[in-house]
Every structure is written in C-alpha cells, then in structure tokens.
C-alpha cells in the first residue's frame, strides 16, 4: 500500500509519501534533522486527535484552530506565528501542519514567511488534502472576503498521505474530494486513462476497497505533481487544466451563497458545464459527456441545469464575468476533450452560448 513520489516544483523537492497508517513524530524528525523541541505543530478542532496520535509519548507545542474555511484568515495565522514565538522556534524551526486543506494552505503560509522560511511538513487528513491541496506548494489564506487572496508558493519537503485517517472524514467531506479526483481521471491522458476510469467506477467508501482509494489517491498526486513540475508557479496555461469544472463551479458556489453547497459539489456540476462547452464548441464528443455525466451521477452530484438551487441565472452570469482566473480581463474555460482537456478562452464561449447552457438547453446541445 505504500506509495511514494518525489517532484520538483521550481527547483525545491517535495516528497509526498502516502501510507496506511500516520507518521510517528521519529518519522517526521528523521527526515529533517530536527530537534523535538524546535517543532510546532499545528491542527484544527477536529484533527487534534490524529495530531496527539503522532506525538504519542512525546511531547511538541501544538497549535490549534478552528475548523473550516471560515477560520482561514489572517487571525489565524497570526495564532500559528505567535504560538512558533512562543515556542521559540528557531530559523530551522519546523512547521507540522496536521489537517484538510485549510491547516494545510495557512501552516504552508505561515512557514514561509516565518523568519523568512522555516521548515514545513504536511500530514494531510482529508480526501481533498491529499489529492489536491497539500501537493504543489500553494500556501494561502482568505482576506478582503476573497478566497485565497494572500499566499505564497512554498512546497512542502515531505508531505504524509495517512490512508486511514480517512476514517472519520464526515461524507461531505468525503464528496468533495472525490470531485477533485474525478477531474483528475478526466485530465488523464496517460495510457492508464481507462484504468483510472475503471478503478474510479469500482470506488465506494467501503474499507475494504482501500487498495483501489490508494491507486486513486496515487494516481491524482502523480498528475497534480507532474502538471505543477511544468508550471509551479501557474505562469503559464498548463496548470490552469487543473481548474476543469472550477470557474462553472465557483460562479454557482458564489451566486447561490456560499456554504449551500461543498466545493466538490460545485466542481462537479461545474464538470458537467464543461461538458456542455465543450460539445457546443465541438471539442467534447458526445459519448466522452455522456461517460462523464454518468460517473457524476453515480457518485450522487446534481449534474441538471439550472442547478435546483440557482434562482438567478443573472447572477450565476454576473459571477461568471467576476471570475478571478480570468486572464488579460478574458474569461478562461477548461473543456474535456477527446482525451484529457483544453483551455477555451472566453471569446470562443460566447454569452449567447453560454446563457443557453446554464438555462438549461443542455440537453438539446
Ligand atoms: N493549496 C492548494 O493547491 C489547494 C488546492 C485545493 C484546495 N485548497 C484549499 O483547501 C481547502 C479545502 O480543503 P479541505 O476540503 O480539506 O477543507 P478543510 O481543511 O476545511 O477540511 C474539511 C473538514 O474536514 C475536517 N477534517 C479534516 N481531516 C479530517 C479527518 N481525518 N477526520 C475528521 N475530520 C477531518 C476539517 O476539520 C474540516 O472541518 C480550501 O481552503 C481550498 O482553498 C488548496
């Protein structure tokens, strides 16, 4: 079951090892030379537990934050920054963030500005943690009411995958992460393309299917980690292909409220949207839209448009036009094609088009 890749992103080295089980705090020191007592390690309300696990006997200051995307703020990180203070921790201190992709992006954050850069691992304990977040080396947190709006990019050296602490990730949570690596296997344009696919259509939450979790965990880092070793820094188009599914998504997250529904939620049905672009504009076949569709409704995502919650389809297209990946003032948009996906920009999705999409004209494409 134990699986490990190393990547270079821009130059720095990060090893991502996914295992059975956590880390122990020898582990973790082992690997960056540390002193025990030069460690913070930071957590949220419901990941402390699976942090007292990795101290076992031992001892380390630990720092601990609320729960959740609303407590991804400055305030925050100031806590984690005051809690490195009081622990003392030096320039080669380290930063130990144990959580989903909350504790994950604002421990990276912290680190890297910490002193200048103090040393960071990631124990990453949430389905999106691990498929997405905690691989690639952004760091950030919400400020000015807009999602990530500060960050850096700081690659974790070591990152820890532990499979099993999977356990008590409530569904919800569980969902969004699968939506995360559905879009992977739709980017996928390796020879494994239909494998990924199939291992995908075998996947439930069931235990004893672990195996087949950690090919699919396995197989999302490997293409997050290759797409990011192309583009760490997303200066050009490649890594944008990560964001299939994101600006449809985002748009309904932002026009419905957010928190109505999770971000895998959005980005599925935004996958969905995709789709419909995609074979309006003659990029996506038919039969590619209809395989994916299908594996979206089988993990339970409303893929119908209007999406039954969307009341304002004025809206949904007002926060389209805001989307903040927007490049050059042009809407951008990722397709999935025959194999893998496009980048569409928005002169080719014309508001004519899309207007008929998200009213729900879908079906007659
Ligand atoms: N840096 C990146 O490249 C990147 C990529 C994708 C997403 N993100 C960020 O990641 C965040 C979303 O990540 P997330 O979905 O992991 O959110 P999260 O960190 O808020 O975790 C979701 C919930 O699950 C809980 N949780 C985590 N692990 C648990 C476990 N093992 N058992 C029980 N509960 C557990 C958390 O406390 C939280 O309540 C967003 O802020 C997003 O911006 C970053």
Redesign the pocket.
Known sequence: MNREYTFSFGGNLSSVRIRKHIPSLDDIISFYGSAPGNVLFVC????RS?ARQILGEKDAPLCEIQ???AA?NWASVETILKAAKDAALGRDGLFVGV???????MTGFAASIYMRGAGLCLVS??L??MV??AV?G???FDLFGM??FAGTFYPAPLVYMPVS??T???ER?WK??MAEIIKTATLDTSDEQERFWSLLAALSRDTAEQDILVECIARSVQLKGRVVEADPKETGNFRALLNLGHTFGHALESSIGLGQIT?GEAVAWGMARSCDLGLALGITPQDRREKILALLSAFGYETKTPHPLMRDTEAFMQALRNDKKKKAGSLRFIVPARTGAVLVSGEQAEPRVLARIIGGYSDCL
């Not at 949220?44 to 990941?47: G, P, Y």
């Not at 959580?99 to 992006?105: A, M, R, W």
């Open positions: 949220d309300t419901h990941t699976i729960s959740g995307e991804k959580g989903g992709g909350v504790v994950s992006d304990t949430s999106l943690g997405d977040a690639g952004k760091t950030g999602k990530n602490s999977l008590s990730l409530p949570e969004s992460g971000h």
